[in-house]
């Protein structure tokens, strides 16, 4: 389990893996101004899919380029979805890292950069891989 003060703080150890028994602790992000994002990855069969994914429930803007060096000029701004902190939990995450682990990697890269960026603005942003 992870603890909800955790994913508050502004941290370049952003990339956290849980086990299928933890849960969002959704109130109490929320509570603390912290958007959640779940995305269930399980299915994912592609990079596009994974993108398309990524951009509909972080609300992308209209002007995304659908590619990696989008997902990241997106993830390091947000400035269409304000918030304290972000949270991208990402369930079924065990097929992804075992089928799809192209993608797993390059987003996690992609990941800890913008958890940098967002940490020198004292923001905390997180990735939870759940599975």
């Not at 399980?42 to 509909?56: N, S, T, Y």
Request: charged share 20%; aromatic share 10%; hydrophobic share 45%.
């Amino acid at each position: 389990m992870i603890q909800a003060r955790r994913l508050t703080l502004p941290s370049c150890q952003c990339i956290h893996f849980v086990d299928v028994t933890s849960e969002p602790p959704l109130e109490e992000l929320g509570a603390a101004g912290v958007h959640v994002a779940t995305i269930d990855v399980a299915a994912v069969r592609g990079k596009q899919a994974f993108v398309e994914m990524l951009a509909r429930e972080l609300r992308f803007p209209s002007y995304f380029g659908g590619n990696w060096d989008a997902v990241e000029e997106c993830i390091r701004d947000m400035s269409w979805l304000p918030a304290k902190g972000y949270v991208i939990w990402l369930t079924g995450s065990t097929s992804l890292w075992r089928e799809q682990t192209g993608i797993a990697g390059t987003f996690l890269e992609i990941a800890l950069g913008a958890a940098e960026a967002w940490a020198e603005r004292q923001i905390s942003f997180h990735v939870v891989f759940h599975g």
